[in-house]
């Protein structure tokens, strides 16, 4: 049986969540894409580190005003009890060691697609990466895919592994597939498999949500390490 986790989202926040859910990952990609190409077409090329800023600076305020209640809860039972992030982030942090070295074969069909646009975002605005992957992304995408939809299926812990880790993979890769057409680019969401799955195993064993939300920052800045330097 899954572990209980606190600060649980609500009715009305499940039901919040839900409907901005398909917003962050289709719709909102879907807006500042065709911005992004309108302004290229006038001229007014926009980084793409900019985008991301403000395609993750939205959601976030989106998500604070939605989950207040829950992000609330889940920050002061782990100020009470600093030992169960603790052990969520062992695990989470043991978790993707293993099957990063079970998954290493198939590196070479699933590289990094992101790999290449941290190094020029981090080249040429290195704090406004850093603040979008680092502080941004972990507690918007933490809040939605392992508060809400991990959340949500809980009590079916096999649907809820699968489920979230899906969508969280899709997420990182459909807008490139759309973009250039390219079906193959799918493929690239193996690279997400091991953070994915474990995110939800820190959840799980802390039973709070900052525990996978500062996994998933340490994760981030190891990614922007590596590509860094």
């Known amino acids: 049986m899954m572990k209980r986790v606190r ?5 009305e926040e499940w039901k919040k969540g839900w409907r901005f859910l398909p917003i962050f990952c289709i719709v909102l990609p879907i807006v500042f894409w065709g911005i992004s190409g309108l302004l290229g ?3 007014l090329a926009v980084p793409y580190g900019i985008i991301n800023l403000l395609y993750y600076l939205i959601a976030l305020i989106v998500i604070c005003v939605i989950f207040r209640s829950f992000l609330e809860g889940s920050l002061r039972w782990t100020f009470q009890h600093p030992r169960a992030i603790l052990r969520g982030l062992v695990w989470g942090v043991c978790v993707v060691l293993v099957l990063q070295v079970l998954l290493r074969p198939l590196r070479h069909v699933a590289g990094n697609l992101n790999t290449g646009q941290f190094a020029l975002q981090m080249e040429s605005m290195p704090l406004i990466t850093l603040a979008t992957t680092v502080i941004l992304a972990p507690v918007v995408e933490e809040s939605l895919f392992r508060g809400l939809v991990f959340g949500s299926f809980r009590k079916h812990r096999l649907l809820a592994y699968s489920i979230t880790t899906i969508l969280f993979c899709l997420l990182h890769v459909w807008l490139s597939v759309l973009q250039t057409g390219n ?4 493929v690239l969401a193996l690279e997400y498999l091991a953070p994915s799955v474990a995110f939800c195993v820190c959840y799980e064993k802390s039973g709070t949500i900052w525990a996978p939300v500062l996994l998933h920052a340490g994760i981030n800045v190891s990614a922007l390490l590596s590509v860094y330097w």
Do not use: R, T
Request: aromatic letters at 24%; a positive charge; glycine letters at 16%.
């Open 41 to 43: 077409k006038w001229g």
């Open 183 to 186: 079906i193959h680019y799918f």
């Open 7 to 11: 600060g649980k989202i609500s009715l």
